[in-house]
């Protein structure tokens, strides 16, 4: 049986959750981050650990030694909305949450599925938690940051696939995290980079936003991350959910019945910034209001200290801590009672090491990837690709892509897989770096062509603008306006509506490399059996 820590500095470090490797410009592995979090372990036995950028090599064998160096068992969350491959290199990768509502009536079940596939990898890999499934309802189409990560535009669909992503999860062992409470989908801001505000009624949030987290929560969710979102219908101070006690103690806790952990989003956000505060200060704010997890917390030590001297000189009810460490710490207990305790340090006893990115799920991927591609304007004549003929090149393939600037282990190489396929093909990128003498040059090239694809890459992303370039946006404009294009949105399906003269519109969800080459497949079986005529210039 796992004994908790009886210290008041103990207590209070194991509800901090720092980040273990990061993503963003500069990244750093996890390997190369170890170090720090080792040292970090010698005065601050934190509670457990977010990761980011791993290997499926390394990466278990890194948390394996972590492990041995923590006085108490780590727990290990991480952002595998598209999968373990989103965060540890080999293994498996999943097309975008939006992506499984494409796939027909075997939505829930394919995703129920991959949800499984994901669990094992990450317990394979040594990590306890997702940090999914996003309950937001994209109800807003060019929302920043949550778009593609939904399940869907309407509570409905979203309550019913993230159910089934938490059976999958929950059936393996793995703890699920529903975000960001009490709902992100209607903002046009990114919280990474502003506060957002959501102007709703307590009625309005209770009939959309707030049905998929009550959802959730009769099913079984472990966690709850909060949203650095203003709600001022649900709180008149306008304070942001993650430090409101209206929101999280009397709605979440009181009125939706949660017991789980209550665990914040990133507290390197702008939108959790409160400028001059203290970060001891914002964390016993935090807690007060209802949160269980500090995650990202900045200023470890000098949080922890100043926690402490609260709690010591009767500021901070000690009770706070208290309450917030038994949740935590049931998450430990019960992950102990079926895998064993020794299974924080040898993560085989839980899983396999071998299953993470076995061909078996990477077919499974596959799968997805081909049925959540979907036609959204044109018809069958439309997507004819006509062969060349004499003197004429065949099809053309830009891939746009709007940010190059930042990490992404789901990178997929577009180029190899299409030039493989059409031989007589031509591969192009428009990359933020583009000038407008080289988008006329394409422009150009792409007259030769017989047929031309335009593939977009629109999805949110941390700390980055939504959207296309007003360069790349005039280039789309140009080509179709000219030729008879058809454009395909890896990523969000608001992209097809922004440009009226192309051929046909092809929509594959996400960018992810099963859905590159799900898309080139696709492709393929558009091709006809007789060339196009042949006219002279």
């Given at each position: 049986?796992?004994?908790?820590?009886?210290?008041?500095?103990?207590?209070?470090?194991?509800?901090?959750?720092?980040?273990?490797?990061?993503?963003?410009?500069?990244?750093?592995?996890?390997?190369?981050?170890?170090?720090?979090?080792?040292?970090?372990?010698?005065?601050?036995?934190?509670g457990g650990l977010c990761l980011f950028n791993g290997d499926r090599i390394r990466t278990p064998q890194t948390l394996t030694r972590i492990q041995s160096r923590s006085k108490y068992p780590l727990l290990i969350g991480t952002d595998m909305e598209r999968g373990l491959g989103q965060q540890l290199r080999g293994a498996t990768v999943f097309p975008h949450a939006m992506a499984f509502q494409a796939t027909g009536k075997e939505d829930e079940q394919l995703l129920e599925e991959s949800a499984r596939v994901a669990a094992r990898e990450a317990l394979a890999?040594?990590?306890?938690?997702?940090?999914?499934?996003?309950?937001?309802?994209?109800?807003?189409?060019?929302?920043?940051?949550?778009?593609?990560?939904?399940?869907?535009?309407t509570p409905q669909t979203v309550s019913r696939l993230l159910k089934a992503y938490i059976r999958g999860c929950s059936g393996e062992g793995l703890f699920t995290t529903a975000k960001h409470f009490p709902g992100h989908g209607d903002t046009d801001v990114d919280s990474h980079e502003a506060l957002p505000v959501v102007?709703?009624?307590?009625?309005?949030?209770?009939?959309?936003?707030?049905?998929?987290?009550?959802?959730?929560?009769?099913?079984?969710?472990s966690l709850v991350m909060t949203a650095h979102v203003s709600y001022p219908g649900l709180d008149r101070s306008g304070d942001e959910a993650t430090r409101s006690k209206p929101i999280l103690t009397e709605l979440l806790r009181q009125d939706i019945g949660f017991k789980?952990?209550?665990?914040?989003?990133?507290?390197?956000?702008?939108?959790?910034?409160?400028?001059?505060?203290?970060?001891?200060e914002m964390a016993a704010t935090l807690l007060k209001a209802g949160i269980d997890i500090l995650l990202d917390i900045k200023d470890i030590p000098s949080t922890v200290d100043y926690l402490e001297e609260l709690v010591i000189k009767g500021e901070l009810d000690k009770k706070v801590i208290d309450a917030a460490l038994e949740r935590v710490w049931s998450l430990k207990t019960r992950f102990a009672a079926r895998f064993g305790p020794s299974a924080f340090i040898d993560p085989s006893l839980a899983q396999p090491f071998s299953i993470i990115g076995c061909?078996?799920?990477?077919?499974?991927?596959?799968?997805?990837?081909e049925k959540s591609i979907q036609v959204a304007i044109g018809s069958a004549e439309d997507l004819v690709l006509r062969k060349a003929g004499l003197g004429q090149y065949g099809t053309a393939c830009v891939l746009v892509r709007p940010h190059t600037t930042y990490n992404d282990p789901t990178a997929a190489p577009l180029e190899k897989a299409f030039l493989g396929a059409f031989s007589d093909g031509a591969f192009f990128q428009v990359l933020p770096s583009a000038v407008d003498n080289e988008l006329e040059d394409l422009i150009e090239q792409l007259g030769k062509f017989?047929?031309?694809?335009?593939?977009?890459?629109?999805?949110?992303?941390?700390?980055?603008?939504?959207?296309l370039l007003p360069s790349q946006s005039a280039f789309i404009q140009d080509a179709s306006a000219r030729f008879p294009v058809i454009l395909v949105a890896l990523g969000s399906p608001i992209v097809l509506a922004d440009f009226e003269h192309i051929k046909a519109g092809i929509c594959a969800y996400s960018d992810v490399e099963p859905t590159m080459l799900a898309l080139v497949k696709y492709l393929k079986s558009l091709e006809a059996d007789t060339p196009a005529p042949f006219h002279r210039p």
């Open positions: 049986m796992l004994s908790p820590p009886q210290r008041l500095r103990d207590r209070i470090s194991q509800l901090i959750f720092p980040r273990l490797g990061s993503n963003m410009n500069p990244s750093i592995s996890v390997e190369d981050d170890a170090a720090r979090i080792e040292k970090l372990l010698d005065e601050y036995p934190i890999a040594g990590l306890h938690i997702s940090f999914s499934p996003v309950a937001d309802v994209n109800s807003n189409p060019r929302n920043p940051i949550i778009s593609t990560r939904a399940f869907g535009s102007s709703k009624s307590r009625a309005d949030m209770e009939s959309l936003e707030l049905v998929p987290f009550r959802e959730a929560v009769n099913a079984g969710v789980g952990v209550v665990i914040s989003d990133s507290l390197l956000m702008a939108g959790a910034d409160h400028e001059g505060e203290h970060q001891g061909d078996a799920h990477r077919a499974l991927a596959k799968t997805i990837a017989v047929n031309v694809i335009i593939a977009v890459v629109v999805k949110p992303a941390a700390w980055h603008k939504f959207g």
